[in-house]
T-cell receptor
Framework: AQSVTQLGSHVSVSEGALVLLRCNYS??????LFWYVQYPNQGLQLLLK??????LVKGINGFEAEFKKSETSFHLTKPSAHMSDAAEYFC?????????FGTGTKLQVIP | EAQVTQNPRYLITVTGKKLTVTCSQN?????MSWYRQDPGLGLRQIYY???????DKGDVPEGYKVSRKEKRNFPLILESPSPNQTSLYFC??????????????FGSGTRLTVV
């Protein structure tokens, strides 16, 4: 079985500051990992994904994440937060067919 | 435009009154899935379908039914809704066998309230 833990249900950053959203996973086989973003009153949108190969993956809107197998982590970062980044972010893992989502982290950006 | 379309966006109903939430995708995806989203619980899978006439239970299937008679459509049926099914529902799709690598395309959601 696989699982995802997102540390911090709410994160606040100042505009222009570093964004760091944490995700740890457990999986019995090499996982595929995803980050999704959900803006208010919308569905989830794929932000980035790790399948195989390069462990640092870049996504849309300046976000990136690094797969660290030894730490079973897939943290999401962005060097400089923008007001438009305020949303809820979900980490997800899928070793097989089934996709398991974390409980989400709401990002607040303070002007 | 490639998309997953859910209807309705908002629905208020009474306990026990059967309802159907429709989901349609125009990307020729084989894999489709229903999720419910509840505060603090993230997204939990209700049912999924690998292809036409192939469906299987997810983590929280109780009280729900699905069917997949056509590739593009994957309706979610609540035969006797109860208040604990009040939630935000999402339909998602992906190319078959590649749902691991492509990720999902999500619909905009259906907010259901059962009173």
């Amino acid at each position: 079985a696989q699982s995802v833990t997102q540390l911090g249900s709410h994160v606040s950053v100042s505009e222009g500051a570093l964004v760091l959203l944490r995700c740890n996973y457990s999986s019995s086989v090499p996982p595929y990992l995803f980050w999704y973003v959900q803006y208010p009153n919308q569905g989830l949108q794929l932000l980035l994904k790790y399948t195989t190969g390069a462990t640092l993956v870049k996504g849309i809107n300046g976000f990136e994440a690094e797969f660290k197998k030894s730490e079973t982590s897939f943290h999401l970062t962005k060097p400089s937060a923008h007001m438009s980044d305020a949303a809820e972010y979900f980490c997800a893992v899928t070793p097989y067919q089934k996709v398991t989502f974390g409980t989400g982290t709401k990002l607040q950006v303070i002007p | 435009e490639a998309q997953v379309t859910q209807n309705p966006r908002y629905l208020i109903t009474v306990t026990g009154k059967k309802l159907t939430v429709t989901c349609s995708q125009n990307m020729n995806h084989e894999y489709m899935s229903w999720y419910r989203q509840d505060p603090g619980l993230g997204l939990r899978q209700i049912y999924y379908s690998m292809n036409v006439e192939v469906t299987d239970k997810g983590d929280v299937p109780e009280g729900y039914k699905v069917s997949r008679k056509e590739k593009r459509n994957f309706p979610l049926i609540l035969e006797s809704p109860s208040p604990n099914q009040t939630s935000l529902y999402f339909c998602a799709s992906s190319p078959r066998g590649d749902e691991k690598s492509y990720g999902y395309t999500f619909g905009s959601g259906t907010r259901l309230t059962v009173v």
